[in-house]
């Protein structure tokens, strides 16, 4: 049995259901690295290359956390995972594409990297060969590794409908796998407390209403971004994410639009942003976007047009990189929640 970490940032928040569940029925023992702290980032940012956006700079950091703990580090190159043609040639950002020869460059004494390139253009049943590479490097049968595949995709399938039903993604993979030491902390039952807020079905009740769009590594990490899903819980706002939405519900927004962007993780920000801005019952839009991202000046923008041709609706842009702070997100989003609701009470 090998030891094989993942880092708990990047794509670990959509995928990390299927990867592990694929990795536990092959046998493999998973450690995913712990929350981002501030150890975490101030690693990162020594490691990476200086001018890399603050999300690749952490993931610099958790690998550096993993590396004398494991026998591999899963940092599969993700390329695409949606067939072109559909959505004329998408794929993840370069930085994602560069990503393991970025790490295993800069960051010291790495165990190997399992870096399977993941490229489904054609067919989707190109996820079995991808899953048969990563069992080689692992020696697994390919037999072995379609049947962990399955059960993978059969848990990732579990894992979106708990996200549709607004679950956050924290939360859901608790749910999914709750012996994992992280899920019984602090951190958790502040996700919990979130959840509830999130699921409140009662406009009035549960005061604003506010759509939080981004990549799920912004989002979705409290230490990055200020705790920017907290303070609005705290504030009994409910968040609606881009993740919340599934996959048809996203690309239909990709109709009215002249042209989708290049990039995974910002087609499904725009299309999100998109659909919260038709919605009625949704109060404003939130993009958290990332200091030195070449794709968010171009997704910010295009969010920012549109919200303002959807009747204007209220957006903010919060750009976080390594000296974001709570404080100074605080202020923005109070400010923000105050227009709000001066603007509801007028309406
Ligand atoms: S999309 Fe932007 S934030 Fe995400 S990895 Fe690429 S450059 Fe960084």
């Known amino acids: 049995m090998s030891k094989i970490g993942i880092p708990r940032t990047l794509a670990y928040f959509l995928y990390y259901p299927l990867w592990k569940t694929f990795l536990d029925e092959l046998g493999e023992e998973v450690i995913v690295s712990p929350p981002t702290s501030r150890e975490i980032l101030d690693q990162g940012v020594k490691d990476a290359v200086n001018d890399a956006c603050i999300p690749i700079k952490v993931y610099h950091g958790h690998a550096a956390w993993l590396r004398d703990k494991v026998d591999f580090i899963f940092s599969p190159r993700l390329v695409s995972v949606r067939l072109f043609g559909d959505f004329g040639t998408e794929t993840f950002c370069p930085k994602f594409l560069g990503l ?4 295993r ?36 049968s ?25 679950v956050l993604p924290p939360d859901a993979i608790a749910q999914l796998f709750p012996n994992e030491p992280e899920t019984n902390n602090k951190v958790r039952r502040e996700e919990h407390q979130r959840q509830r807020l999130v699921r409140k079905p009662n406009r009035e009740e549960a005061g604003l209403n506010i759509a939080v769009v981004g990549y799920p590594y912004a989002i979705y990490d409290d230490y990055i971004n200020g705790g920017i899903l907290g303070l609005l819980s705290k504030e009994n706002v409910q968040v609606f994410t881009q993740d ?60 920012e047009i549109e919200a303002h041709r959807h009747s204007s609706k209220p957006y903010l842009s919060i750009t976080i990189d390594e000296h974001t702070g709570e404080a100074g997100i605080r202020t923005r989003v109070e400010a923000f929640i105050d227009m709000l609701n001066y603007r509801r009470d007028k309406i």
């Open 244 to 303: 919340m939405l599934s996959d048809k519900v996203l690309n239909r927004q990709a109709k009215h639009l002249l042209k989708s962007t290049f990039w995974y993780f910002s087609n499904r920000a725009v299309y999100g942003g998109l659909h919260y801005m038709k919605q009625k019952r949704i109060d404003g839009i939130i993009h958290v976007t990332a200091f030195a991202c070449g794709p968010d000046s171009v997704v910010d923008r295009l969010l």
């Open 142 to 166: 390919a037999a072995d590794c379609k049947k962990a595949c399955r059960k993978g995709l059969e848990v990732h399938k579990k894992y979106q409908k708990l996200l549709s039903s607004g």
């Open 100 to 103: 393991p020869d970025m790490v």
């Open 105 to 140: 460059l800069t960051v010291d004494k790495l165990p190997p990297l399992i870096d399977t390139r993941v490229g489904i253009k054609k067919d989707p049943k190109e996820i079995f060969n991808i899953a048969a590479d990563i069992g080689d490097v692992l020696g697994k």
